[in-house]
């Protein structure tokens, strides 16, 4: 056993002291100014701890990752879903995969309760629950082929549960892929800039692969540094394209977005992965981490005061403008994708095993690709909370709420028990070159306004609408790299699904298939977002109150299927790991699905809600949001088709997680009944490094490496 060394112990205690030290100010801190900075403190220093020893925890004693072992990559490797990716560019497709608009807007939108219980969440979620199911899944699929979460639950838990996986995750994935889609067109909608700077980023990948592929083998640094220059390029040209003649060629309607969006997510599923999908989520990664980066630097620098309150009265009382519903489970359900998301999931049990060269890099893809996407939702949750409240409502509340002019905006803000002038609010929607920032739901134009406010501070107070415009640009590209992943894993699970009953298509890149589920599942969520897009409260809107809910009973089937997997495969002490979250993560989420659809509250429970609209009818009356007697029928419709799905996707997962312990049980009393899925062992040939950075031993192995290499070629 190593013996740590004086050094490492007086860091780590650092660290520790520096991460408790946050958390001590924010849970002690009453009625007195915070800085912004004590919340970024108690993140990185508890991720920080999290990574170096809980998360080695898991992967030597409880998963024993083996560096001997090839990974499907290496063994099935064709070149187009299984192939050997360097570790520093699969972590950048990887987070880029996982990182849509979750972390960005579900932190925006729960500040309404306040910043604290956001803050807790967030961190301890993502430390025990998000980062550990991400990595697990990880480690299982790479075990098995690849396969997805679905056909992994069928194989493993069995025939019914597994097929009420396989429909569970696969209906939740295209309501997930409409909602992402949706959020990208309402943000490059009429935005030249952001357009122009996007589609840059398309030939710009389409370069760094063949760059990487035939022209420079495993060079990564290189194709790093010619991405990131070509990448500024781009933003800087996209400015002056906005400002130019040439706008009004980007300026695009949101229904030509969706048919560019529907067929830049067809070719992006069926195009070897090394040519456009992974360098493009690579180099967006650059831009992601480091405008995070730079904004965690700018609360460093600039020392923001926290000004909403810890706790707000909307947490107890569940009235809140923002979205209704208390604190208890709603919270945990509006922040998914910065502390546990099902979509992840997904994608752990997608692209990322069929590309992972080494298990040992597991650790540092799964756990910390989600420890990073945590970091960004932390930044959010600053970015709302160091505004004036005041603004933050009147952003984020609907207009049926706080109307349509300044001066109602300002009294309806008053009384949610916060104050701001109508003068303040035209002031601050000039400041951003906006004619109005009255309800700008959706998080997106309040995530703006606050990096906007942090980056002004740097640029000595002004630039604000430069940074405003920036920041959404920003938040497309960040939603769309999810978009175009999450396309090909559905692609992924709809052949999965259909092996079942055609053996060719359970060949993942067999090309009529791909092409057929490709074309199905672009069609899916393509349709939804294109009646939405036409019907304000039709297609994926109609989809979009369930969005939170699926995704976190989602991710009950993955840890449902990672805990059955652990006490399987011999890790029976172990299985609390899964276990725990698991337990947590299905109260949650069966407790608000059982509120949205039998709660009493017209602004919770669906069919509640139907029926006030429909008495209405009825009686011929019309009611907000509603604009015509065609909208009350819409909301109708829509409140029973969302009552009926919530009801329907929390029974499918009840099933999973009860044919799960019949397993797990089944399994403890007569371990020899069970069987495993699991590939069988081929050594591996291959040597790269765990981490970002090689270690000694590392270097020594891939020297060693080399020189068998060059000793075989020929002079």
């Known amino acids: 056993m190593r013996t740590a060394n004086p050094r490492s112990i007086v860091i780590w205690t650092l660290v520790a002291l520096v991460g408790a030290a946050g958390w001590a100010v924010l849970a002690l801190s009453r009625d007195e100014e915070v800085s912004a900075a004590w919340m970024v403190a108690a993140a990185l220093g508890s991720y920080a701890i999290a990574y170096r020893f809980y998360s080695k925890f898991i992967v030597n004693r409880v998963l024993k990752v083996d560096k ?18 360097d570790r520093r560019v699969l972590l950048g497709h990887h987070f880029a995969a996982i990182a849509g608009a979750g972390p960005l807007v579900g932190p925006v939108l729960a500040a309404q309760m306040g910043y604290l219980p956001g803050t807790i969440w967030i961190i301890v979620g993502v430390i025990f629950a998000g980062a550990v199911q991400d990595m697990v899944v990880l480690f299982f699929s790479t075990r098995r082929d690849g396969k997805s979460l679905g056909q992994m639950a069928r194989e493993e838990i069995g025939p019914f549960g597994g097929a009420a996986a396989l429909l569970a995750a696969f209906a939740i994935m295209i309501i997930l892929l409409g909602v992402l889609a949706l959020v990208v067109v309402n943000a490059l909608a009429d935005s030249p800039w952001g357009t122009f700077s996007i589609a840059m980023t398309i030939p710009i990948a389409l370069f760094m692969g063949f760059y990487l592929r035939v022209l420079r083998p495993g060079r990564v640094s290189e194709v790093s540094l010619i991405g990131i220059t070509l990448l500024l390029i781009a933003l800087v040209a996209g400015r002056r394209v906005a400002e130019s003649s040439l706008a009004d060629t980007f300026t695009l309607a949101p229904s030509t977005l969706v048919i560019w969006l529907v067929a830049y997510g067809f070719i992006a599923s069926i195009l070897p992965v090394w040519m456009l999908l992974a360098p493009r989520d690579y180099l967006s990664t650059f831009m992601k981490i480091g405008t995070i980066l730079l904004l965690a630097i700018g609360v460093v620098v600039t020392l923001p005061t926290l000004k909403m309150d810890p706790v707000t009265d909307f947490a107890s009382r569940g009235d809140g403008p923002v979205f209704a519903g208390s604190l208890f489970p709603f919270v945990f359900i509006t922040i998914a994708c910065g502390a546990l998301s099902g979509f992840h999931a997904l994608i752990s049990s997608g692209t990322t095993p069929k590309m992972v060269q080494k298990e040992t890099q597991i650790r540092m893809i799964g ?102 415009h920036f920041a959404i640009m920003f938040e497309a590209l960040f939603i769309l790299t999810a978009l175009d992943a999450g396309t090909r894993v559905g692609r992924f699970m709809l052949q999965d699904m259909l092996g079942n009953v055609y053996k060719p298509f359970k060949s993942v890149s067999w090309k009529p298939g791909l092409i057929i589920t490709s074309a199905v599942v672009t069609g899916l969520w393509g349709y939804f977002l294109w009646v939405g897009v036409h019907e304000p409260l039709g297609g994926i809107n109609q989809l979009f109150p369930i969005f939170g809910i699926s995704n976190q009973l989602l991710a009950a089937v993955a840890l449902a299927v990672c805990t059955t997997l652990l006490v399987k495969s011999g890790r029976l002490k172990w299985a609390w790991i899964t276990g725990i979250p698991l337990v947590w993560d299905a109260t949650v989420t069966l407790t608000a699905s059982w509120q949205k659809v039998f709660s009493s509250d017209p602004r919770v429970g669906f069919f509640k ?27 109708v419709t829509n ?56 270690t000694q031993e590392e270097k020594a192995e891939l020297a060693a490496a080399k020189a068998e290499t060059d000793a075989k070629v020929p002079s």
């Open 367 to 468: 756990y910390g690709s989600m420890l990073m996407e945590s970091a960004v939702a932390i930044m959010a949750l600053v970015a709302a909370s160091i505004i004036d409240p005041g603004l933050y409502f009147a952003m984020n509340a609907p207009a049926g709420v706080i109307g349509d002019n300044v001066q109602a905006a300002s009294q309806a803000v008053a009384g949610f028990g916060y104050s701001i002038s109508p003068e303040d609010l035209a002031q601050a929607a000039k400041n951003v070159e906006e004619s109005s920032l009255l309800s700008r739901t959706g998080g997106a134009p309040t995530l703006a306004i606050g990096v906007s406010e942090i980056f002004s501070k740097v640029t000595g107070g002004s630039m604000k609408a430069f940074w405003y």
């Open 609 to 635: 809600q139907r029926s006030i609209y429909q008495d209405a009818i009825d009686d011929g009356k019309i009611l907000p949001p509603a604009k015509s007697m065609d909208d009350m029928h819409t909301v």
């Open 68 to 85: 001997n072992r090839a990974t499907p990559a290496e063994r099935l490797d064709n070149g187009i879903d299984f192939h050997p990716t």
């Open 639 to 694: 409140s029973t088709v969302d009552g009926v799905l919530s009801a329907t996707l929390a029974l499918l997962i009840v099933i999973v997680i009860a044919d799960a312990a019949r397993i797990c049980v089944k399994h403890v009393r007569d371990p020899r009944s069970s069987r495993l899925s699991e590939a069988e062992y081929v050594e591996s040939r291959l040597t790269a490094p765990a981490g970002l950075v090689p």
